[in-house]
């Protein structure tokens, strides 16, 4: 447990780079952390950057991780989790777990062996539009989409592309409604679509949405009762700027149309975040948000020296993984760092697969 009195490292870190127009935040110390938290890890939603102040997060208050057996970077996906997927489950052999954030096919029954019983269960949602524009292009090279010219040739022919036999063909239609552990192919109807909004509703304490990032954090900051620096982050997992598309009109309605399932989960939670940030407050949102984005360029002048495409990364073990037509960025540190300033600045910016694979040697040695 976090001492109130105790100024953190970030903090300390920030003090020398105060701005002038620094918003006063008076943060509240009267709850406690959660320390028990479950995040459904969906794809191409700027998870890996909540991950990363998961793993953050975790490894500064000594708690323990729900890890992949075998050290893998995943739960099996996109098989439906199962408990026994969890390195050191086992009913003989029972351990404690704070935290699960690693990438699922959700299923809640499973979790729940898992999670203790007070545990917050949070996820993201993005816009489909764009979420499929930017899953064409990091799983272009997947079965489901490789033999489509564009991803307008996709969609006019889904049918083609997208059948019972396609390989990793959960990447081409409703990806977020697979990820929560639904049926993809659903009849679409107003009732199964209210049926698998309350579902959601149920399962999860809160739901973030991509395009309010900020917002999201501030939400979720306060939902956890945790700090600014808690959640303070870079962004990570992001592409270059060339390999985005803009689409057209019609092909962002077809999207929609061929996603109807998730466009339906995306307006629904989309009209909820925004119902919890009015009773959290316009006005105080949006000074939170001001002031994390404060911290945020504090903390970037003291760390980086960039973002840059891999290949002018210069420490191998802060290379992003790469995939599809997408180039995943990554960044540089500033030399001269205190070991202090380094240690922070570097965790900010290890790539899940690496940071996953250190917390996997911390918990087995």
Same mark, same amino acid.
């Given at each position: 447990?976090?001492? %109130?009195?105790? !100024?953190?490292?970030?903090?300390? +870190?920030? =003090? ?6 620094? !918003?006063?935040?008076?943060?509240d110390k009267s ?51 199962? %408990? ?5 489950? %086992?009913?003989?052999?029972? /351990? ?13 029954? =499973? ?14 949602? /993005? ?14 090279? @997947? =079965? ?26 959960h990447y081409g239609?409703?990806?977020? %409604?697979?990820? @929560? ?23 999860? $304490?809160?739901?973030?949405?991509? =395009? ?8 979720? #900051?306060?939902? +956890? ?19 985005? #598309? ?9 999207? #929609? ?17 925004w119902e919890k ?18 911290? /945020? ?20 073990? +802060? ?9 995943? @960025?990554?960044?540089?540190? #500033?030399?001269?760092? $205190? ?27």
């Amino acid at each position: 447990m976090k001492n %109130a009195k105790n !100024v953190s490292v970030i903090q300390k +870190l920030l =003090e020398d780079h105060e701005s002038p127009s620094k !918003v006063e935040i008076i943060e509240d110390k009267s709850c406690r952390p959660h320390t028990h938290i479950f995040f459904l890890k969906t794809h191409k939603t700027a998870s890996s950057t909540i991950m990363n102040i998961l793993f953050r997060f975790g490894e500064s208050q000594n708690l323990t991780f729900a890890l992949p057996i075998h050290n893998v970077s995943q739960f099996f996906y996109p098989n439906d989790f199962k %408990a026994y997927f969890v390195q050191d489950f %086992a009913m003989k052999n029972w /351990r404690h777990f704070d935290i699960m954030c690693h990438h699922m096919r959700f299923q809640l029954t =499973e979790v729940e062996k898992i999670m203790p019983n007070d545990t917050f269960y949070f996820t993201i949602m /993005r816009n489909p539009v764009s979420l499929m524009e930017s899953s064409f292009s990091y799983y272009k090279s @997947l =079965e489901v989409f490789a033999k489509a010219s564009s991803l307008e040739e996709y969609l006019n022919n889904s049918y083609k592309y997208y059948t019972r036999k396609t390989g990793n063909r959960h990447y081409g239609k409703n990806l977020i %409604a697979f990820d @929560l552990g639904l049926d993809q192919n659903e009849p679409e109807t107003p009732k199964h679509f209210k049926l698998t909004q309350n579902a959601v509703e149920t399962m999860f $304490n809160l739901v973030l949405i991509t =395009e309010y990032f900020d917002e999201s954090l501030i939400l979720l #900051k306060d939902a +956890l009762c945790w700090s600014f620096d808690d959640i303070l982050s870079f962004p990570l997992n992001n592409r270059n700027a060339t390999s985005r #598309k803009i689409l057209s009109e019609m092909t962002q309605e077809k999207i #929609k149309t061929w996603n109807q399932l998730d466009w339906q989960l995306y307006v629904y939670f989309n009209k909820s975040f925004w119902e919890k940030v009015d009773m959290f407050g316009q006005d105080r949102m949006q000074r939170e948000v001001q002031e994390l984005r404060r911290r /945020r360029i504090a903390q970037s002048e003291i760390c980086l020296q960039g973002q840059v495409d891999p290949k002018k990364v210069n420490d191998t073990l +802060l290379k992003p993984f790469q995939a599809g037509l997408s180039r995943i @960025l990554g960044y540089n540190l #500033k030399p001269g760092l $205190n070991k202090t300033e380094r240690l922070l600045c570097y965790r900010m910016v290890t790539p899940e697969l690496q940071y996953s694979k250190l917390l996997y040697n911390k918990q087995n040695q």
